[in-house]
Each structure stands twice: as C-alpha cells, then as structure tokens.
Nanobody, 119 residues
Framework: QVQLVESGGGLVQAGGSLRLSCAAS????????MGWYRQAPGKQRELVAT???????DYGDSVKGRFTISRDDAKNTVYLQMNSLKPEDTAVYYC?????????????WGQGTQVTVSS
C-alpha cells in the first residue's frame, strides 16, 4: 500500500523557520491534490495548505503570507516551508495525498510530525 512518510518537524523559536517534507511510495498511477493539515491539543484539525497537480495553491487564513507549499512529482514529495513561526503554530502536522489508481482515487495520511514554536 501507499505510505506517506513525514519529516522536518521539531522545536523552533518564534520568528524562526522550518521546512516539512512528505514523501509517498511509488506504487500508484499519479498523485492529485496534496496538502498539509494540523491539529493542536484540544482543537480540531484545520487546513494549512493544499496544492493541486497543476501547482495551484490554497492556504488557510492563519498562515497566508508566512507558509509556502510546493511539490516535486519526480520525487513524489510535498513540502511546507514555514516562516515567521508563531507559538500558535504549535501542532502536529499531517500531510495528505490524493492517490490516483487506474479507476479510483484514495486519500492517504502521513503519521504526523510535531512542530513546537517557543516564545
């Protein structure tokens, strides 16, 4: 089965930067929409950013102007560049990919990576 493996999380000071990556295994036809979501303690999961196969991007209001999502289809990888980080960005970040098979699509989730921003 397809697996999404995340990396790049960690501890950073407010105002700092971090880059997350999420790589998918290669046993599929193509990848459609890819995105990042996050969940903080006591809060519901929220959208961070998405990117289509045509590289059209969308961002949650709280991260606009600070985060950048990108993808490298040759590497089956999606990235999230996070700048000007705030303590409110502290959460577990999950990547998601729409995997396209010959006659269907299916969403897969990464295992989650912790991002902690200290003030």
């Amino acid at each position: 089965q397809v697996q999404l493996v995340e990396s790049g999380g960690g501890l950073v000071q407010a105002g700092g930067s971090l880059r997350l990556s999420c790589a998918a295994s290669r046993s599929f036809f193509s990848i459609g929409l890819m995105g990042w979501y996050r969940q903080a303690p006591g809060k519901q999961r929220e959208l961070v950013a998405t990117i289509t196969s045509g590289e059209i991007t969308d961002y949650g209001d709280s991260v606009k102007g600070r985060f950048t999502i990108s993808r490298d289809d040759a590497k089956n990888t999606v990235y999230l560049q996070m700048n000007s980080l705030k303590p409110e960005d502290t959460a577990v970040y999950y990547c998601n990919a729409e995997i396209r098979y010959i006659s269907r699509t299916q969403n897969y989730w990464g295992q989650g990576t912790q991002v902690t921003v200290s003030s």
